[in-house]
């Protein structure tokens, strides 16, 4: 069985400010990679599949990269509302979530 | 659009059985598979399993294989999870999801989630 590990599992960081999110896959995964936020009491959402693509209304300063097992969720200009739990997932395997706050 | 609407919050007691339903809408049902996802309270994500809306093939995890069984209705569009032989660990949220296309494990859309608190 795969697993996820993601990095770090509490991230601080201020608004307008850039925030890089790492996954780690115990073997490949090629590109078979996706990135979901979740707020509180909320559905999670999709933001990246593919490693790369942004999911349907995903605002450009959400990037992905990454392949292999080493995999890259960045978000360029933190705003306000992008201060979530995100999870990297591969099929049938979540990454137990980084958790990014306000600094 | 699309739209999956869950049941309702249940409380059960160990050992119980207890079935949440997912009624999909905004698209072709039997074109997309769905995949049951729960959260444990302030835990993280944990994939339960997958049904296929066309031909009705699943793919459990294999820590639940034995007490779980999806099934889905065409007629009514609607996917059903059950899980048996419930405990106090099976507490959670639990949420259907559709896929992004058929197989491909993205999941795209969300049902608003189910509370299942076991507890006697």
């Known amino acids: 069985e795969i697993v996820m590990t993601q990095s770090p599992a509490t991230l601080s960081v201020s608004p307008g400010e850039r925030a890089t999110l790492s996954c780690r896959a115990s073997?490949?995964?090629?590109?078979?990679l996706a990135w979901y936020q979740q707020k509180p009491g909320q559905a999670p959402r999709l933001l990246i599949y593919g490693a790369s693509t942004r999911a349907t209304g995903i605002p450009a300063r959400f990037s992905g990269s990454g392949s292999g097992t080493e995999f890259t969720l960045t978000i360029s200009s933190l705003q306000s509302e992008d201060f979530a739990v995100y999870y990297c997932?591969?099929?049938?395997?979540f990454g137990q979530g980084t958790k990014l706050e306000i600094k | 659009q699309v739209q999956l609407v869950q049941s309702g919050a249940e409380v059960k007691k160990p050992g119980a059985s207890v079935k949440v339903s997912c009624k999909a809408s905004?698209?072709?049902?039997?074109?997309?598979?769905i995949s049951w996802v729960r959260q444990a309270p302030g835990q993280g994500l944990e994939w339960m399993g997958w049904i296929s809306a066309y031909n009705g093939n699943t793919n459990y995890a294999q820590k639940l294989q034995g007490r779980v069984t999806m099934t889905t209705d065409t007629s009514t569009s609607t996917a059903y999870m059950e899980l048996r032989s419930l405990r106090s660990d099976d507490t959670a949220v639990y949420y259907c999801?559709?896929?992004?296309?058929?197989?491909?494990?993205?999941?795209?859309?969300w049902g608003q989630g189910t509370l299942v608190t076991v507890s006697s």
């Open positions: 073997q490949s995964v090629s590109s078979n």
């Open positions: 997932q591969q099929y049938n395997t």
């Open positions: 905004g698209y072709t049902f039997t074109s997309y598979g």
């Open positions: 999801a559709r896929e992004l296309d058929y197989g491909e494990g993205y999941f795209q859309h």
